[in-house]
């Protein structure tokens, strides 16, 4: 899947939104708004079917410029007897710039509302899932062909089947993408569409939806309402909202400020006196996406975090950081080469490659080298990330402090967010989890002349932040010495020159922390027993990891559609290393 999506285009042909590509209206010339409200929202019988709910999962097949979604909301909003939480997950294989899509909303007034609040978390047009939070209403965009329906982990209530045309549109109607969204529905979900192709309804009968027609709308004289053949809607619910946290840094106070803000009840075990006092309380740490040129999982899975990182980020009072923006500069030619493969198509906000000069010009100092920008990224500074986080959940946060956990607590739900020592308390099948020592270098930033923004080139050198350029780090497998070496910090200083090119002598600090790391580098998260989660092994990227995988557990335990695409939650599936054991033969 490549990483670049091709933004959608449209054109007015008698006052309605059309598209060129697909030959094919935006919604029925008889009214957009109104078409929402008649086939999708009655069709799927809301707002009465949301009544009093603690939780309504609706999907929708073609996000399209959002029209559907800006009028549910508004329904939502109005009804005094809505859900607590509304999720809205939908596909879009070719979404809108956010210029466009304020030019398309201004011609809907009554949804201004809605609409300026979606425009200011619209994110980059990039491939993948944008999980975007707009209070209780949670709207889960996956940019991506229709086919991603087969990679979704969620349970619809209600089903908005949209898009173009079948004739103009075919590979939205087949009966593999019926099949999906049979998958997805919740027992007794209902379904609406304006298409009553017979194709269309002969697929969806095949795979267990008892459909009729129904008066259409505008112009068109019928249209489809199904419902799943299989009882009564409903949703797991945790019986007790409650849960142990193990870990006091970026990964366990994400956990417990993601479960809090759902209304659960968190005890947080941390070893030391204070949070953040191992790898998240290090000075400052650098944020942003990977590329690589064939978009792998591990370049999916940190653009899934980083975009999602951005906006949580926003939300918490008291976290100092900069989006002063990332230089990643090649080390050779080859690597030129690949970045130029990598970052072919996406969007410049998103990534863009530089020359030297440019690059030199964005850090406002001589750099060494060419290479990628990256204008989203920056620093942060990690101990006010978690500080933050904890004050978010309020008096649903129970701190104990000093306290370490000899054994797993008893408790509904676990949450092991304790590094290396994580599988000590449960065990992880054929995990051959490392340790890793690194070493930061904080160099007086009158020592030299510091960048504007954070560099990096088989090291990194952030900028000034309370008086020091933060510079490193060495990378050290099953190295137990924490106390600081100077040899490292030579190691350091040589990276240092290799990213600015200047040699550089003076009297340095540093600080000494531990990570764990997996062989394939990716993070363990999610399920490791009956009530017991992990989300440890972050290794030098918890910074951007963090907050998305706490989502990713919260939504697990409440069994809220999941934030990620199931490939994308399976690669950090604590189960894996079992699985690749069990195919290759190996015993326990």
């Not at 109607?173 to 017979?198: C, D, E, K």
């Not at 907050?547 to 559609?561: F, W």
Request: proline content about 7%.
């Amino acid at each position: 899947m490549p990483a670049s999506v091709l933004p959608g285009t449209y054109e007015l042909r008698d006052g309605t939104p059309y598209s060129a590509a697909y030959g094919d209206v935006y919604h029925s010339a008889d009214g957009g708004p109104a078409q929402a409200q008649h086939v999708f929202l009655a069709g799927n019988e809301l707002p009465a079917r949301w009544a009093r709910r603690e939780r309504y999962v609706i999907l929708e097949t073609g996000f399209g410029f959002g029209l559907n979604f800006l009028v549910t909301w508004r329904a939502w909003k109005d009804d005094p007897n809505r859900c607590r939480r509304l999720h809205y997950v939908a596909v879009e294989k070719h979404p809108f710039a956010l210029a466009d899509l304020r030019a398309l909303h201004e011609r809907y007034p009554e949804l201004k509302e809605e609409a300026t609040a979606l425009h200011a978390v619209w994110p980059l047009l990039v491939s993948g899932v944008h999980r975007l939070e707009l209070g209780d209403v949670v709207l889960t965009l996956f940019f991506a062909d229709i086919a991603v329906l087969r990679d979704l982990r969620a349970s619809a209530d209600a089903i908005y089947l949209d898009g173009f045309a079948p004739a103009n549109n075919p590979e939205m109607w087949t009966p593999q993408m019926m099949r999906a969204l049979s998958r997805l529905a919740a027992p007794g979900a209902t379904l609406a569409t304006w298409s009553v192709a017979a194709p269309v309804r002969e697929a969806l009968q095949a795979t267990g939806f008892a459909v009729e027609k129904r008066p259409g709308f505008g112009g068109k004289r019928e249209m489809l309402i199904g419902r799943k053949k299989n009882g009564d809607s409903h949703h797991f619910s945790p019986a007790t909202r409650s849960a142990v946290v193990i870990g006091a840094g970026v990964a366990g106070a994400a956990v417990c400020e993601r479960l809090c803000a759902r209304g659960w009840e968190v005890e947080l075990y941390e070893r030391h006196a204070e949070p953040a006092q191992e790898a998240s309380g290090n000075l400052a740490g650098a944020f942003h996406p990977v590329l690589t040129p064939d978009d792998s999982i591990f370049a999916r899975l940190t653009r899934a975090a980083f975009l999602y990182a951005l906006p949580y980020w926003e939300r918490l009072p008291g976290v100092e950081y900069d989006r002063c923006g990332v230089l990643q500069l090649a080390r050779n030619d080859k690597e030129i080469a690949s970045q130029r493969a990598a970052v072919a198509g996406l969007p410049a906000d998103y990534a863009q490659l530089v020359s030297r000069e440019e690059a030199s010009e964005h850090a406002g100092v001589p750099v060494a080298a060419p290479g990628l920008w990256f204008p989203q990224g920056g620093w942060i500074k990690p101990r006010t990330l978690v500080r933050a986080q904890l004050e978010a959940c309020g008096t649903r946060l129970h701190r104990r402090f000093s306290t370490t956990a000899e054994q797993l607590p008893r408790a509904p739900v676990v949450v092991l967010a304790n590094a290396s020592e994580a599988p000590k308390l449960c065990a992880v099948p054929h995990l051959r989890l490392r340790r890793v020592r690194g070493q930061l270098t904080y160099v007086p930033e009158d020592a030299l002349e510091p960048p504007h923004v954070v560099v990096l080139r088989g090291g990194m050198v952030l900028p000034p932040i309370d008086g020091v350029c933060v510079a490193g780090a060495t990378y050290d497998l099953e190295d137990p010495q924490s106390a600081l070496r100077e040899e490292d910090h030579a190691g350091n200083l040589e990276r240092l020159r290799d990213i600015l090119g200047v040699e550089l002598r003076a009297q340095v600090d540093g600080r000494v922390a531990f990570r764990a790391v997996t062989p394939d580098r990716l993070p363990v998260v999610g399920k490791l027993a009956d009530g017991v989660y992990g989300a440890f092994a972050y290794g030098s990227r918890g910074l951007v990891w963090a907050a998305l995988a706490a989502e990713l557990i919260a939504a697990e335990v409440e069994g809220e559609p999941l934030p990620l695409a199931s490939a994308l939650a399976s690669a950090m599936d604590p189960g894996r290393f079992k699985r690749r054991a069990v195919s290759r033969g190996s015993r326990p």
